[in-house]
T-cell receptor, first 111, second 112 residues
Framework: KNEVEQSPQNLTAQEGEFITINCSYSVGISALHWLQQHPGGGIVSLFMLSSGKKKHGRLIATINIQEKHSSLHITASHPRDSAVYICAALRSGGGADGLTFGKGTHLIIQP | ETGVTQSPTHLIKTRGQQVTLRCSSQSGHNTVSWYQQALGQGPQFIFQYYREEENGRGNFPPRFSGLQFPNYSSELNVNALELDDSALYLC???????????FGPGTRLLVL
C-alpha cells in the first residue's frame, strides 16, 4: 500500500462542474502539498497545508490531520484546469526525506 | 527573480552510458531535491542537497549521484544507464525557511 493514496485516478467532467480530488496518507506529516502537472512535465505548487483550509481563486484545499485526509476542490471548472493533480506529503520528525507523492489524478474538463 | 531551471530539456542516451543533468535553483534557495518520475507514476525522491552536502536519500542505487555547488546549483549524475532510467527528472529548490518546494520544468531522459 502506498503511503500517499489519491482518488480518483482519472476524472472526466463537464465545464462548470464542481471537482473534488481526495488524498489519504498513512505517515506523520509536517505539511501536505497539492501540485499541478501539465502535459510536458512542469509542476506548479498550488498549496502547502499543515492544517485547516486554503483558498486561491477557484481552488480550495482542506486537510484533516486527525483523519489523515486532504481534498482539493475546483469550483466552476474550466477546460484549462485539465491537468494531473498530485498530492505530496512532507514527513514529520525531521530528516531530509523529500516529498512522498501520490500517483496523481488525471483530470479532463470537457467544454 | 528567475525560477528553477533545468537543462537539457530532453536527452537520449544508450544503455551503459553516463548522463549529467543540471538544475539552477531559485535565487536565495539553498536546498535542492531531485525526483524521478516514470511515465504514469508520481515522482520518487532521489536525494536532497543542502549547502553542498547530501542531506537525505531515497531508495536509489549508488550509480545515482549528485553535486551541489557554492551558488546552490546542482547536478544529478547517473552512471551505467539502464532502460528503466527513462523518466522525467525533476529538481525542486526550497528556501532556508521552509518546506515549500519550487519545481523546475524537468529533463526528459530516454535510454535506448
Amino acid at each position: 500500500k502506498n503511503e500517499v493514496e489519491q482518488s480518483p485516478q482519472n476524472l472526466t467532467a463537464q465545464e462548470g462542474e464542481f471537482i473534488t480530488i481526495n488524498c489519504s496518507y498513512s505517515v506523520g506529516i509536517s505539511a501536505l502539498h497539492w501540485l499541478q502537472q501539465h502535459p510536458g512535465g512542469g509542476i506548479v505548487s498550488l498549496f502547502m497545508l499543515s492544517s485547516g483550509k486554503k483558498k486561491h481563486g477557484r481552488l480550495i484545499a482542506t486537510i484533516n490531520i486527525q483523519e489523515k485526509h486532504s481534498s482539493l476542490h475546483i469550483t466552476a471548472s474550466h477546460p484549462r484546469d485539465s491537468a494531473v493533480y498530485i498530492c505530496a506529503a512532507l514527513r514529520s520528525g525531521g530528516g531530509a526525506d523529500g516529498l512522498t507523492f501520490g500517483k496523481g489524478t488525471h483530470l479532463i474538463i470537457q467544454p | 527573480e528567475t525560477g528553477v531551471t533545468q537543462s537539457p530539456t530532453h536527452l537520449i542516451k544508450t544503455r551503459g552510458q553516463q548522463v549529467t543533468l543540471r538544475c539552477s535553483s531559485q535565487s536565495g534557495h539553498n536546498t535542492v531535491s531531485w525526483y524521478q518520475q516514470a511515465l504514469g507514476q508520481g515522482p520518487q525522491f532521489i536525494f536532497q542537497y543542502y549547502r553542498e552536502e547530501e542531506n537525505g536519500r531515497g531508495n536509489f542505487p549508488p550509480r545515482f549521484s549528485g553535486l551541489q555547488f557554492p551558488n546552490y546549483s546542482s547536478e544529478l549524475n547517473v552512471n551505467a544507464l539502464e532502460l528503466d532510467d527513462s523518466a522525467l527528472y525533476l529538481c525542486a529548490s526550497s528556501p532556508p525557511s521552509g518546506e515549500t518546494q519550487y519545481f523546475g520544468p524537468g529533463t526528459r531522459l530516454l535510454v535506448l
